[in-house]
């Protein structure tokens, strides 16, 4: 990671409102605040697999990742001590939630009633297919639990739309797939305006990314990032929506891992307010340096990729 990125201590965003385009030095005085630090420590990494075919649902997506967040421990934790057995004799109240599906791999957040993360695999294949949105509906996870999961009727009259994690048209090459990412796990409350514009803008680059390089994973989720009210003070407020109180993000985050036909690894990770946003606005402009995401959301994506290459390239703004 180039050291220039990591000189900063803390990166403000700010809310941008439809038709106002401002550029970075209005993001910087913002009172949104998205701190930054170095990423540490080593996370847990997938072994690398040989890639299955699309048709064994098994393990879904999981067996083809070569990253993910280190926050997804999947196995059981042995509390410390002589007593560890004792300790769980009753089962553990939590665990990291992953759902792996034909699509996308999900960590699960059942506080939040949406997903911490969502990735997913792109390359020339997924992108192609006679996959129909039009017979997808948005359906409730059945797996998890039904205190912890949303409704289509927590969404009905909210004047949020049900936004997409892993995007339905990055799956075209397999209706299962598409459906898949229907799920209200992998659905956050999203401003409308964001939705259709700016966000939908930053998807389809993220499909243009995926047609001129071997594989782009991309690691999507919500923030709630702590704001100065007038008091002077900060705190982390926002809404909740429907009977199930399903939260309503403050931003939502996009890291983009490029496998480059020449081996390289570019890194690439924007954020983007849960407001209205003018979509002429460049996407350059929501590029921020991954020590900020990963200190936000408590996730770590650097050290699990540098376990897999020393070629990492990290773009930010202004570096292309």
Excluded at 61 to 67: F, K, N
Excluded at 245 to 255: E, L, R
Aim: aromatic share 8%.
């Amino acid at each position: 990671m180039p050291r220039e990125q990591r000189s900063r201590p803390w990166l403000r965003l700010c809310p941008l409102k439809a038709g106002r385009a401002r550029g970075g030095a209005a993001m910087l005085r913002a009172r949104w605040v998205l701190p930054l630090a170095a990423g540490a420590g080593l996370g847990a990494a997938l072994a690398r697999r040989e890639p299955r075919e699309r048709g064994d649902a098994a393990e879904g997506l999981l067996a083809r990742l070569p990253v993910l967040p280190a926050v997804a421990a999947a196995s059981l934790p042995a509390p410390p001590g002589a007593g560890r057995t004792e300790l769980s004799k009753y089962g553990l109240p939590g665990l990291a939630q992953l759902r792996s599906r034909e699509s996308y791999v999900l960590c699960y957040d059942p506080r939040s009633r949406s997903a911490l993360w969502v990735i997913e695999q792109l390359n020339r294949d997924t992108l192609s297919g006679a996959s129909d949105r039009a017979a997808c509906d948005f359906q409730e996870d059945d797996s998890v639990h039904e205190y912890h999961r949303a409704t289509n009727a927590d969404y009905r009259g909210s004047g949020f739309d049900r936004g997409h994690l892993a995007a339905a048209a990055n799956h075209r090459w397999s209706q299962k797939a598409m459906k898949d990412t229907f799920y209200l796990s992998n659905i956050a409350p999203q401003n409308p305006h964001l939705n259709q514009n700016a966000w939908n803008n930053l998807e389809k680059y993220c499909r243009s990314l995926a047609k001129h390089n071997r594989n782009v994973y991309v690691c999507t989720g919500p923030l709630f990032l702590p704001r100065m009210e007038a008091d002077g003070k900060m705190y982390v407020k926002y809404q909740v929506i429907g009977k199930n109180n399903v939260a309503v993000p403050t931003h939502f985050f996009k890291v983009l891992i490029l496998e480059k036909e020449s081996g390289e690894i570019e890194l690439r990770s924007y954020v983007m307010p849960n407001s209205p946003v003018d979509d002429k606005i460049p996407l350059e402009r929501f590029l921020v340096p991954i020590e900020s995401i990963e200190r936000a959301s408590g996730l770590l994506f650097v050290p699990n990729i540098l376990r897999r290459t020393s070629n990492l390239k990290a773009i930010t703004a202004g570096k292309h």
